[in-house]
């Protein structure tokens, strides 16, 4: 993974020091809350409802044993004992003391970490495919690619002050699991018939108010002209991106009201016209590449994953009445990987009792521990609110879910019911019209046997507290949406959408099934809709999205409304 130079980490540093300076003159009343805001926001420090809220950068998602043990450190001695995972592959703790905030970044400093542009008007953190280098239907690594957009975005003096917040998704795989459509730029790297490196890309998507796809502007892009092209598509945004309207602000709204043809325009003429000066030399992209080179070695001997689901001698470790409940978890749980004998392993954050991405400081440094073991030191963290050891060596798996299972981190359930993404809500979030956590508990209770995550198949609830959507709802196979309705809370289901993150799928919004439903009724609603899907399947395999396709979505809106009103 990517180790700071001198020049890393002085601007790091640096920081730290300006927003020492800075959060004390606004104690001390120096500056008022309106300098304030765009200060700590780009340095990652919201005011939530109960307490200020720090998001710290984790770009691309990768993390070291060593950076975890120092979040986990931070969680005990800021906050309450616990951070929270995000959809944006960051982690956020909840009730730090504002004060405190310049110690938070200068101890993150100390590990390669910091929050700054984890808010803010600018290009926030650029986000990649979770399984990147290690997936084996990887054409590219985007890794170094976000690596050099990290270096060239961060205090981009020309993009520090955007119309709106900006964010960036890449992804070199043949599924697309960083859905990349839904990005304001979105970037899939390929490779041409020579074997050299160019880029497909996409503008105007996201979700939010205005859920939109983005459209493809250039269909191959020279790896060389990466940074001027994103120059270009920027400054354009820049000079014609709304101002005087927040919620006309983002891009997808530019291209929408002008037309693809008329923005492509535009940033070609303003590319042409700058002399493309900067082109992205091959020799800087190998030497950031070199810092990802896999820190294992393939293991050609080693047992593989069937042996050890029929209960091996590699598993004699496990008793029998453990070999199922292990043999579901090699299933959904450890991902296929492009060195043999290995590996990729998720670590499940959604278990009964806890909102979905939280994990306490001591369950922080036990995984952090079994990545030193297990995984050469590294971790991910996903969009799915999960954490992947990416280089587990399949002899070691037995072992590895002993440990997870003690500290009930092996749940067998990703891509299942129970993975249910959900953002803090109404219970932390200022911007939220209802609470998303409670929805996400009832649904954790109701399905919590591992029999019917199984017998339902393939299923993502997820669920937003809010029409900013961090909570991904548009995507989800069932989504939820917090309205405000009369001051009271009320939830929009949707169903249909996905996030293209299997083979051969395309990312599609949901659809809306009818009206909002009160927070009691969300559950009942949603486990009718299950229970409708398992009535209409042709067989065991067809998924849930796949029935939607097939019948439409009226059988479903009767059975969500059958005991409701």
């Known amino acids: 993974m990517y180790r700071y130079d001198a020049i890393d980490q002085r601007l790091v540093e640096e920081r730290v020091a300006q927003f020492r300076d800075q959060t004390a003159r606004f104690l001390r009343g120096e500056l008022s809350e309106e300098d304030f805001r765009p200060i700590r926001l780009q340095n990652g420090l919201y005011v939530q409802r109960q307490a200020p809220m720090l998001r710290v950068a984790i770009p691309y998602g990768e993390l070291s044993a060593t950076q975890l043990t120092a979040l986990a450190r931070i969680a005990r001695d800021y906050d309450r004992g616990y951070g929270h995972f995000t959809t944006r592959q960051n982690i956020q703790f909840n009730w730090p003391a504002l004060e405190r905030v310049p110690d938070i970044l200068a101890e993150l400093a100390t590990v390669q970490m910091h929050a700054i542009q984890t808010s803010g008007n600018c290009v926030r953190n650029t986000t990649v495919d979770h399984l990147a280098g290690v997936a084996g239907d990887e054409q590219v690594d985007p890794r170094p690619y976000a690596e050099l957009i990290r270096q060239w975005s961060t205090f981009h003096p020309e993009f520090a002050a955007l119309p709106r917040k900006f964010k960036i998704a890449l992804s070199g795989a043949l599924t697309d699991r960083a859905v990349v459509k839904a990005h304001d730029i979105g970037i899939n790297l390929r490779r041409d018939a020579r074997g050299e490196v160019g880029f497909e890309v996409f503008v105007g998507g ?92 393939p293991l050609a001997d080693a047992p593989s994953v069937d042996a050890l689901a029929a209960g091996g001698a590699e598993a004699a470790e496990l008793l029998p009445a453990d070999l199922p409940r292990f043999a579901a978890w090699l299933r959904r749980n450890t ?4 060195l043999a004998g290995r590996r990729a392993v998720t670590v499940s954050l959604k278990r009964r009792g806890v909102p979905p991405g939280d994990i306490t400081a001591d369950e922080m440094d036990a995984v952090a521990s079994l990545a030193a073991t297990h995984s050469a030191g590294e971790l991910r963290v996903t969009h799915e609110q999960n954490l992947v050891l990416p280089w587990v060596a399949t002899g070691s798996l037995p072992g590895l879910w002993r440990a997870l299972d003690a500290l009930g981190l092996a749940q067998p359930n990703i891509g299942l019911v129970t993975n249910i993404i959900a953002c803090p809500g109404g219970d932390f979030c200022a911007l939220a019209n209802a609470r998303s956590l409670p929805i996400a508990a009832d649904l954790l209770e109701r399905f919590d046997r591992a029999d019917d995550w199984f017998d339902i198949g393939p299923l993502d609830i997820k669920i937003s507290g809010c029409i900013n959507s961090c ?95």
């Open 471 to 565: 909570g991904h709802h548009h995507v989800g196979h069932i989504g939820v949406l917090g309205v405000d309705k009369h001051g009271e809370e009320w939830f929009q289901v949707t169903i249909g959408g996905h996030a293209g993150n299997r083979p051969g799928q395309r990312a599609a919004f949901g659809r809306v099934i009818g009206p909002s439903f009160s927070a009691a009724e969300v559950a009942p609603a949603i486990e009718r809709m299950i229970e409708r899907y398992i009535g209409l399947r042709e067989h065991e395999d067809e998924t849930f999205v796949e029935v939607v396709e097939r019948v439409g979505i009226e059988p479903f809106r009767e059975s969500a409304y059958a005991d409701s009103h």
């Open 335 to 338: 991902h296929a990987h492009r």
């Open 206 to 297: 996201g979700m939010g108010r205005t859920p939109v796809l983005g459209q493809c502007i250039r269909e191959w892009l020279p790896e060389r002209e990466l940074f001027n092209y994103l120059d270009s598509m920027l400054r354009v945004y820049n000079l014609h991106g709304r101002r005087d309207n927040k919620y006309k602000a983002r891009i997808k709204i530019l291209v929408r009201e002008i037309g693809l043809d008329a923005y492509r325009d535009q940033v070609e003429a303003d590319w042409r016209e700058s002399g493309q000066p900067a082109p992205l030399a091959p020799a800087v992209v190998a030497a950031v590449r070199a810092q990802f080179a896999a820190p294992v070695d």
